[in-house]
Antibody, heavy 120, light 108 residues
Framework: QVQLVQSGAEVKKPGASVKVSCKAS????????ISWVRQAPGQGLEWMGW????????NYAQKLQGRVTMTTDTSTSTAYMELRSLRSDDTAVYYC?????????????WGQGTLVTVSS | SYVLTQPPSVSVAPGQTARITCGGN??????VHWYQQKPGQAPVLVVY???DRPSGIPERFSGSNSGNTATLTISRVEAGDEADYYC???????????FGTGTKVTVL
């Protein structure tokens, strides 16, 4: 069965960086992309971007351009999301999710989420 | 950028029908996907491509999309359906996802 297992919770100071991992299993990793979505406390879902596990192409949300980098390691079927210059409003649960395709695009499996807390 | 608007909350009695709307400019020309999120859990896909259900999702969950409004309908509502629901579309020109504002469904 498809599983996405994320790394554990992080506490960071403002200005620092965080790197969250997402290990995939149960499917051919390079046949799908990985999207990243975050959710601030009590707020809705915010799409951050996605990466093709096939060729490493990325597409980021405009508001995060320059601060976020998404990568993959196909040898371990793991995706990574690094966010730099952290601010207090980056405090959120970060989810990875498998990108699915039809005539459109959506995500069909989600990781369990990783809480990132930014606090001085 | 494209905006999807949902009502903040919907209340429904057990056994009745809940309808959750998702408004967007000419949303009927796009495919709409719906996610259910229970407290403390990751979202779960319940409807994709306007009205298709992933395996394991009850037939009680259905969707429609026309004009400026997409709708997720939950028939014969159960206590376990209490959750937040989000719509989502894909902007093919930018290859970006847009999520709706979310609707909290309360089962009375």
């Amino acid at each position: 069965q498809v599983q996405l297992v994320q790394s554990g919770a992080e506490v960071k100071k403002p200005g620092a960086s965080v790197k969250v991992s997402c290990k995939a299993s149960g499917y051919t990793f390079t046949s799908y992309g990985i999207s990243w979505v975050r959710q601030a406390p009590g707020q809705g879902l915010e799409w951050m971007g996605w990466i093709s596990a096939y060729n490493g192409n990325t597409n980021y949300a405009q508001k995060l351009q320059g601060r976020v980098t998404m990568t993959t390691d196909t040898s371990t079927s793991t995706a990574y999301m690094e966010l730099r210059s952290l601010r207090s409003d980056d405090t959120a649960v970060y989810y990875c999710a498998r990108r699915a395709y039809s005539s459109s695009s959506f995500v069909d499996y989600w990781g369990q989420g990783t809480l990132v807390t930014v606090s001085s | 950028s494209y905006v999807l608007t949902q009502p903040p909350s919907v209340s429904v009695a057990p056994g009745q029908t809940a309808r959750i709307t998702c408004g967007g400019n000419n949303i009927g020309s796009k495919s709409v996907h719906w996610y259910q999120q229970k407290p403390g859990q990751a979202p779960v896909l319940v409807v994709y491509d306007d009205s298709d259900r992933p395996s394991g999702i009850p037939e009680r969950f259905s969707g429609s999309n026309s004009g400026n409004t997409a709708t997720l309908t939950i028939s014969r509502v159960e206590a376990g359906d209490e959750a937040d629901y989000y719509c989502q579309v894909w902007d093919s020109s930018s290859d970006h996802y847009v999520f709706g504002t979310g609707t909290k469904v309360t089962v009375l």
